[in-house]
């Protein structure tokens, strides 16, 4: 009887055991494909060169979706470059070179057959000086990706509404959208080139220092309406305020050149392990303002 009763556990127990094992093999698949799933977009062996000068050297790094990424390092390591690399306006400017792969939604985004044009509406940039068109309305302005890239969509007021909402800039300027964009104020302004960079429906948005031009009250406004943002999307900033990288971003990663040579990623992890508990003493100084 506990002769049967013991092999009635162990049955139980085998079946029991091949159940899990089944359920936990599942859940294992899911789980990988989920993990690969949530990588937006990576950098693999990236090099980059101004004519012969190699300025970037084996920058690898991983996008995970709808997170933020700060770029952090001293001036000069390449984190403009490299920003610039990700959506193809690096090649933009004569003399400039990338070897490597940048992988975005599973193909590489320099493949032959990939139209640059359709990746820069899929994966938009916000440079450092708010450069929207002055003379045109604000409404005009947020508009105007759309009508360069041809896109059509017809639903414009909604268009309007809700990436100036999303931009934090709504509230003030939904009484004079027929007005010039170049009264607002620089903040006004960056929020509305970040409504502009929205319209077209991005995947990924490009930063690069998008607040160096701005007063604090206008800093803080751009880094809630970029933590809103990286709800939907995937964020890549260039950042110089170490402040800044704590606040908006998910995971970081610290450049560095040394002395006639090429940039590269010294440490890349959670912002937390970055700033909290650095592995490399290069990236302890920096974080703490000892360098750069
Ligand atoms: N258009 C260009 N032509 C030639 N060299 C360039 C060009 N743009 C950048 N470089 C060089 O590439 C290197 C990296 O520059 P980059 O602008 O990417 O640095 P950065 O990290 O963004 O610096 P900063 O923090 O000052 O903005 C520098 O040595 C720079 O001189
Ligand atoms: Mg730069």
């Known amino acids: 009887m506990s002769q049967t009763n013991e092999n009635e556990g162990n049955n139980m127990s085998t079946a029991e055991f091949e159940q899990i094992a089944t359920i936990e093999e599942t859940a294992m698949t899911t789980e990988s494909t989920a993990t690969e799933q949530q990588i937006e977009m990576d950098a693999r062996d990236v090099s980059i060169w101004f004519g012969q000068r190699k300025v970037l050297e084996g920058v690898n790094i991983k996008f995970p979706k709808n997170t933020t990424t ?6 000069g390591c390449g984190k403009s470059t490299f920003l610039r690399s990700l959506n193809r306006l690096h090649e933009l ?4 070179k990338l070897a490597g792969e940048i992988h975005y939604e599973g193909s590489d985004i320099y493949a032959p057959e990939v139209d640059p044009v359709h990746i820069r509406l899929k994966i938009g940039m916000v440079f450092q000086k708010p450069n929207p068109f002055p003379s045109m309305t604000i409404r005009g302005n947020v508009l105007s990706g759309l009508k360069l890239s041809g896109m059509k969509r017809d ?3 909604q268009i309007v509404e809700e990436t100036l909402t999303s931009a934090g800039l709504w509230n003030e300027v939904k009484d004079r ?3 010039e964009a170049g009264a607002l104020s620089g903040g ?3 929020r509305l080139v970040i409504a502009r960079a929205l319209a077209v429906n991005p995947h990924v948005l490009l930063m690069d220092e998008p607040c160096s031009a701005l007063d604090p009250a206008s800093t803080l406004k751009i880094e809630e309406t970029i933590r809103q943002l990286s709800k939907d999307i995937t964020i890549v900033i260039v950042t110089h305020n170490m402040q800044q990288a704590v606040r908006v971003a998910d995971n970081t990663a610290f450049f560095l050149a040394a002395e006639n040579e090429p ?3 010294v440490e890349q992890g959670p912002t937390t392990e970055i700033f909290g ?3 490399d003493q290069r990236t302890l100084d920096y974080v703490n303002g000892r360098f750069g």
């Open 93 to 96: 400017i004569p003399g400039a």
């Open 70 to 75: 700060a770029l952090i390092g001293p001036s």
């Open 263 to 265: 940039g590269h990623i």
């Open 155 to 157: 639903n414009h007021d």
């Open 277 to 279: 508990n650095p592995q």
């Open 188 to 190: 006004q302004q960056q």
């Open 177 to 179: 959208l027929n007005s």
